[in-house]
T-cell receptor, first 113, second 114 residues
Framework: DTGVSQDPRHKITKRGQNVTFRCDPI?????LYWYRQTLGQGPEFLTY????????KSRLLSDRFSAERPKGSFSTLEIQRTEQGDSAMYLC???????????FGPGTRLTVL | AQSVAQPEDQVNVAEGNPLTVKCTYS??????LFWYVQYPNRGLQFLLK??????LVKGSYGFEAEFNKSQTSFHLKKPSALVSDSALYFC????????????FGTGTQLKVEL
């Protein structure tokens, strides 16, 4: 499968714990995006990488959220001190250049108890 | 700021009939418009896009969309609906000054019945 992959697919955690998600984009894509989707809503942009550089961050991305793409390939999204409001589907997408469509992974569903 | 409106939460259509899922947008400059489909427990799948050129864009699975600049709309259409088209459809836009992000609508649930 040469699509975007995400791991884990599901994560249940207790409030206050830290969680980390991984995204592997399509191999030739240098642009990588993170979105968050809650029930009944469309995806909301969180952050964007071009190669290893994080070029854009949403105001939705509080100080508890951090994302990295250390070698310009896979990316991680970490949430520290999780809150119940963090419960959502976290989607990763990649694209080859700015005007191309973004290809989405299956998402990581986070449940914070 | 860029935004997308999908005025219908749900659209019901009989199999074999034409379908339309509505989308209007607001952006600075020329819009880049996209339609995605989401099946249960799966990620978003790209259907089609408008960047420039012909106002009628053809995409995957027989879907097409018409860009109307004066009405700031990008409605998704299909001449003959299938039960398997039943899914959640999202319209998205990227415009000048919107950075690299896509802004999505709230989605329209399409239900195709026999």
């Amino acid at each position: 499968d040469t699509g975007v992959s995400q791991d884990p697919r599901h994560k249940i955690t207790k409030r206050g714990q830290n969680v980390t998600f991984r995204c592997d984009p399509i191999s030739e894509h240098n642009r990588l995006y993170w979105y968050r989707q809650t029930l009944g809503q469309g995806p909301e942009f969180l952050t964007y990488f071009q190669n290893e550089a994080q070029l854009e961050k949403s105001r939705l991305l509080s100080d508890r959220f951090s994302a990295e793409r250390p070698k310009g390939s896979f990316s991680t999204l970490e949430i520290q001190r999780t809150e119940q409001g963090d419960s959502a589907m976290y989607l990763c997408a990649s694209s080859q250049n700015l005007n191309n469509e973004q290809f989405f992974g299956p998402g990581t569903r986070l449940t914070v108890l | 700021a860029q935004s997308v409106a999908q005025p219908e939460d749900q659209v019901n259509v009989a199999e074999g009939n034409p379908l339309t899922v509505k989308c209007t947008y607001s952006v600075s400059g020329n819009p880049y418009l996209f339609w995605y489909v989401q099946y249960p427990n799966r990620g978003l799948q790209f259907l089609l896009k408008y960047i420039t050129g012909d106002n009628l864009v053809k995409g995957s699975y027989g879907f097409e969309a018409e860009f109307n600049k004066s009405q700031t709309s990008f409605h998704l259409k299909k001449p003959s609906a299938l039960v398997s088209d039943s899914a959640l459809y999202f319209c998205a836009v990227r415009g000048l000054g919107g950075g690299n992000k896509l802004t999505f609508g709230t989605g329209t649930q399409l239900k195709v019945e026999l």
